[in-house]
């Protein structure tokens, strides 16, 4: 979380109890700094399952980080141009694929692995980076809709709607309404597979 910027005490307290549900395996909906998502605690695999349901697939699916310092320790090869550009770029709306340790390393639900790749993002919300860091470091993360549904805000009505698989929701302030753009690191260079834009996360 950056030091300059504080949450209120209030937040505080709830975020607590968000993070206790996580914990439990509960699911939570949620602003993002970009699209509004859908988050389960990254080292509970019962959540993760229950996240697969909910989103109509298997993943894989990104890992929104407490800390510049979490997610730079998922990789196992950092060399000092993707490290920069991740230094450069978070926290923000820039997601990154590496390749990691693997699940076991980290504690971290295979839902969440392409082979040995693995997406990774510090958030630009203080929100996010504070309840993946209560619940251990890492958040699973995806945008907030179901299989070839739009994207939708955390509300009331959604929860109620959605009840059998949220547990809650969670509505700081609202992100920029785009994807985060998506960055590969190839072995040499920064391959660019998306730009912004109003899509699936």
């Known amino acids: 979380m950056s030091p300059?910027?504080?949450?209120?005490?209030?937040?505080?307290?709830?975020?607590?109890?968000?993070?206790?549900?996580l914990?439990?395996?509960?699911?939570?909906?949620?602003?993002?700094?970009?699209?509004?998502?859908?988050?389960?605690?990254?080292?509970?695999r019962k959540a993760a399952i229950r996240l697969c349901r909910f989103k109509q697939r298997k993943g894989p699916f990104l890992l929104l980080a407490d800390s510049l310092r979490t997610a730079l320790g998922l990789s196992i090869y950092l060399p000092g141009k993707l490290r920069r550009a991740m230094l450069e770029a978070w926290p923000g709306p820039t997601t990154f694929i590496l390749l990691s340790a693997g699940a076991h390393a980290k504690n971290i639900s295979s839902a969440c692995f392409s082979g040995r790749s693995i997406a990774v993002r510090v958030d630009a919300d203080i929100a996010c980076q504070y309840l993946a860091k209560l619940v251990g470091g890492f958040l699973i993360s995806?945008?907030?809709?179901?299989?070839?549904?739009?994207?939708?805000?955390?509300?009331?009505?959604l929860r109620m709607r959605w009840?059998?698989?949220?547990?809650?929701?969670?509505?700081?302030?609202?992100?920029?309404?785009?994807?985060s753009s998506l960055l590969k690191w190839t072995g040499s260079r920064l391959l660019s597979l998306r730009q912004p834009q109003t899509v699936q996360d």
Do not use: C, E, M, W
């Open 163 to 179: 009840q059998r698989y949220l547990g809650a929701q969670f509505s700081s302030v609202a992100g920029s309404g785009n994807a």
């Open 4 to 21: 300059r910027q504080r949450l209120p005490v209030r937040d505080k307290l709830l975020l607590l109890r968000l993070a206790r549900l």
């Open 142 to 157: 995806s945008s907030l809709n179901r299989k070839n549904r739009s994207v939708q805000r955390p509300d009331r009505r």
């Open 23 to 44: 914990r439990q395996g509960s699911l939570l909906a949620h602003n993002t700094g970009t699209l509004p998502g859908i988050a389960a605690a990254a080292n509970h």
